[in-house]
């Protein structure tokens, strides 16, 4: 039995073209600052966001510590969206490592809005911790990948700067919003101080993130990846992987984005499942099974027992993502599993 393997874009292996590209690249010592495929790859991504800088780190959850470390200082307040990555999935990292608070608050889809932040925006008092970074997310996972308009990022964007605050984005799936959306990289990039961008889910790369800001910020970063232990020597490897990546699989990130939506309306006439069409945007499907009387432990194993990897979202959802190891056969092929469960 060929197991179909959904439960995340983060599973994708490498193709022959990219591992020769790996085996074919230019090493350097990349803590010196001398390896010449890491260089060019972050001269490449910060030019593709329109900044002026970029770090090449090994994961999307360091990119993301190592930026709130850069902005912030010991006792400052973090604002973040409710279900953000950050906040749920990086084991509070943000309190252990730069000593910040989170306060999060209730998003729509991810997105909050320049009132959201007014009302949050801690006023001045010794006090009180000062409010000094925004986080967001852009696709918004725990939403199952919805895009953040880049009309309210701008118009949030606009009104966290002018209170002095500066704006991170977690763009571990930039590339499927700029796909879905037609946004171009550059515009979203205008809308914030600093942005982490993955290279390893929806890209393929086996390994890698970047950092993308200003000169002074990549700077002051660099010297805090050191301290968390992401300076690599010749990681050329990692980033002719990543390079190959941008150069050949953003575009067909469309097809995953067809694929999970047409899974998504294949599932729609099973009753035991319910799934919000409005938020399969990219290239996730999430469905609360209570209404099937199963756990979510349970449906998971049944999926599994057929061939069918989902993981766990929340109490009662599972979540489906599509990727280029995942062809449209495999999703009617997984469709066909779900009906002969859920029927």
Request: net charge neutral.
């Amino acid at each position: 039995m060929n197991t179909i393997d959904l439960r995340s874009d983060t599973v994708t292996i490498p193709t022959p073209a990219m591992l020769q590209a790996m085996m074919s690249a230019s090493v350097g010592d990349d803590v010196y600052g001398e390896d010449p495929t890491v260089n060019a790859l972050q001269e490449k991504v910060s030019a593709l966001f329109g900044k002026e800088s970029a770090l090449f780190v090994p994961s999307g959850t360091m990119g993301n510590q190592v930026s709130i470390k850069t902005h912030t200082e010991p006792g400052d307040e973090v604002i973040v969206e409710e279900e953000a990555h950050v906040f749920v999935y990086e084991t509070a990292g943000p309190a252990i490592l730069s000593a910040v608070q989170l306060r999060t608050v209730r998003g729509t889809r991810g997105m909050l809005s320049a009132d959201q932040i007014r009302e949050t925006v801690r006023p001045p008092g010794y006090h009180l911790p000062r409010t000094r970074l925004l986080c967001l997310e852009n696709t918004h996972g725990r939403s199952g990948g919805v895009v953040l308009p880049v009309k309210d990022l701008r118009t949030v964007s606009d009104y966290a700067r002018g209170e002095g605050l500066k704006i991170h984005l977690d763009g571990a799936r930039i590339w499927n919003a700029s796909v879905a959306s037609g946004v171009a990289l550059r515009d979203y990039g205008s809308c914030f101080d600093s942005l982490s961008v993955c290279f390893s889910k929806g890209l393929g790369a086996p390994v890698g993130s970047m950092i993308v800001g200003d000169r002074a910020f990549i700077d002051r970063a660099r010297h805090f990846r050191k301290i968390f232990g992401g300076g690599m020597r010749q990681a050329g490897f990692l980033a002719a992987a990543a390079t190959y990546a941008l150069d050949h699989n953003i575009a067909r990130l469309a097809d995953d984005h067809k694929n999970a939506r047409w899974f998504a309306e294949s599932l729609m006439g099973l009753s035991q499942l319910e799934i919000d069409l409005d938020n399969v945007q990219t290239n996730m499907v999430i469905m609360d099974v209570k209404r099937s009387g199963r756990s979510q432990r349970e449906v998971l194993e049944l999926l599994a027992g057929k061939g069918v990897l989902l993981t766990p979202e929340r109490h009662s959802g599972i979540r489906a993502v599509t990727h280029l190891n995942v062809s449209r056969t495999d999703v009617e092929t997984a469709s066909k599993v779900f009906h002969s469960i859920f029927q």
